[in-house]
């Protein structure tokens, strides 16, 4: 069929965007089987005292739907604003990482509570983690795909790499201290 949006692609980029897609799919799939299996837990969660970490738990987990949500919708539907998507996208992961770095954080708070240095050490890492997080709406830009309606990445600046090492360095420290 001539007028699929894929023909507008080269070969190996289709191929790619069509496995990014199914796998956000299939993410998407996940992600609601394990928030409808943990309701009842959640309930319990909510009808407790909001802490800030029981903020942070419930703001990574739906702005994780959120992002895969947003994400299924920019890989398999035309959109009229993709720039508004991919921002959308872009904030929506970065606050996810953000609030799950900080249930980290908290974690190793708690099990080094008697030793300040640590502490300092892992609270000055999550902000820097935070910090290089920011860059990813900034470095990541995309566009439409001819006139099919559908968008795709345009280009994401080389210092894009940093916001997905920090999160990555930040969690096997967490892993590797506790």
Not at 24 to 44: C, H, K
Not at 53 to 61: E, K, M, P
Not at 117 to 140: D, E, N, R
Request: hydrophobic share 50%; charged share 10%; with cysteine.
């Amino acid at each position: 069929n001539p007028n699929v949006y894929l023909n507008f692609l080269p070969h190996e980029t289709a191929i790619q965007f069509e496995v990014a897609r199914n796998i956000y799919l299939a993410t998407l799939g996940a992600l609601i089987w394990d928030m409808l299996v943990s309701l009842p837990e959640d309930f319990i969660l909510i009808r407790g005292n909001f802490r800030p970490i029981i903020i942070a738990y419930f703001l990574a987990r739906t702005s994780a739907l959120g992002f895969v949500l947003l994400s299924v919708m920019f890989k398999t539907h035309p959109l009229a604003h993709c720039n508004a998507i991919k921002l959308g996208i872009n904030c929506c992961c970065v606050i996810s990482t953000s609030a799950s770095s900080f249930l980290f954080l908290r974690r190793v708070q708690a099990v080094y509570q008697n030793n300040k240095l640590v502490c300092h050490t892992f609270s000055v890492l999550y902000l820097a983690t935070v910090g290089m997080l920011i860059v990813i709406p900034i470095g990541a830009h995309v566009g439409p795909l001819a006139n099919t309606g559908y968008c795709v990445n345009t280009g994401i600046k080389h210092y894009v790499a940093a916001g997905t090492f920090m999160p990555l360095a930040f969690d096997s420290l967490v892993f590797l201290a506790i």
